[in-house]
C-alpha cells in the first residue's frame, strides 16, 4: 500500500482533531486539557527547541553563501535588495490585510489561551535590546533578534576572513545546517500527532467557532498572496522588467502548479530555472538569482507571518502596536531569509516572529492544524517572486551593457 503523505496524515488529525473536539465538547474540556494537550505542549517543544538553532545555522551559511555576492557585484547587490523590498513589502501587505478583517478573528476566551499582555517598552530600548551582551542569553531565552545579530556578527566574520584560515569554521556550518535542518525534518514528522494534540482540546472547550475563524484567516492569507503578486510583481516584471506581465505569469503556470502541489521552493527550483529560462530571463543571472532566491527570499512565508501574527494576537484579545508591527517587519524578513525553501519550514519561523513581539508562541496551536494549506500558497508566491527578480535583473544588467 502507498504510505500517506504527510500533508494526508495531517489534513486527517485535523479533521479527526475536530470530530473528536466537538463529540467531547465543553463538558469534558477538562479531560482533553489534562491528557491530550501534553502530547500537543511536547511538540511545541521540540519546535521551539529547534528553532534557534536553525535560526543561527541557516543565517550563517546563507551569508556565506553570498562570498559569491561580492564577485558578482552589481547583479547580486541589486538581487539583495530587490528581495529585501518585496519581501518587507509582502509583510506589510499581510498585516494590512489582516488588520482589516481581524474583526472576524474571534477572541477564544479560554484559560489555556490566557495571556498578560506585556507592558509595551519603550522604543530606544527595543533598539538597545537587539543587541545581546553574552552569548548564552539570547540563545537560552530564545530573544530572536539577538540571536540574528549572532548569526550576522559571525556569519560576516566569516566571510572577512581569510577562506583557508575559516575553512574548517565553514564546514562545520554547512555541516550543523544539514543536522538541524534533518531534526525539523524529523519534528514536522511528528506534526500529525501534534496537531491533533494542539487542536483537539481548543476545539472541545470552544466549539465550532474556531473552525469558521480558520477558514478566515485563510481567506485573508491567499488574498494577500494574490494581491502581492499581482500589485507588486506585475509592477515589478512590467517596470522594471520591460515585459508583460500576463506573459510573465503565463510562462510561469508549471512552476507555480509544482510548487503549490510540492510546498518546497528548493523542490521547484529545477523547474522554475526552466520557465524563467524559456520567459527570456538570462541563463547566468537566473542560475545565480533563484537558488538564491530559494534560500533567502520568501515573501510568502513573510505575509503569512504577519497574517498569523495578527490572527493570534486578535485570539488573544491583543492588540498590537505599531511598534510591535514593525518588529514584526523587521523580524518577518529576517525570519523569512532563515526559512528553508522546504514544506513547513515557514511555521517554525512563525515560532520566531511571535517571540518577537511577546507573542505566545503556543498561539502556533491555532493555525498549525492547517499549516499546509497556507504553505501550499505561500511556496508559489516564494518562487514567483525569484523569477520576477531574475526577469527584472536580466533587463537591469541589457540596460548596463
Ligand atoms: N514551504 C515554503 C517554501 O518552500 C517555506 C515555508 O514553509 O514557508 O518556500
Redesign the pocket.
Known sequence: MKKLSLAGQIFIALVLAIIVGLVLGSAHAGFANSYIKPFGTIFLNLVKFIVVPVVIFSIISGIISMKDIRKVGVIGLRTVIYYLCTTAGAIVIGLIGASIFKGFFPVIATTDLSYQAKAATPFMDTIVGIFPSNIIAPMANASMLQVIVMALLFGFAIILLDEKHVSPAIQLVDAMNSISMKIMELILKLSPIGVFCLLCPVVAANGAQIIGSLAMVLLTAYLCYIIHMAVVYSASVKMLGGMSPLKFFKGMAPAMIF?FS???????LPINMDCCEKIGADKEITSFVLPLG?TIN?D??AI?QGVCAIFIAACYGIDLTLGQMLTIVLTATLA?IG???????????LAMVLASVGLPIDGIALVAGV?RI??MG??VV??TGDASCAVCVTKMVEKKK
Open positions: 510548487a510540492s510546498a518546497s521552493s528548493v523542490g521547484t530559494a520568501m510568502g512565508t503569512y523569512s526559512t528553508a525553501g522546504v514544506p513547513g519550514a515557514g511555521m517554525i519561523m499549516d497556507f504553505d505561500r511556496t516564494n518562487i
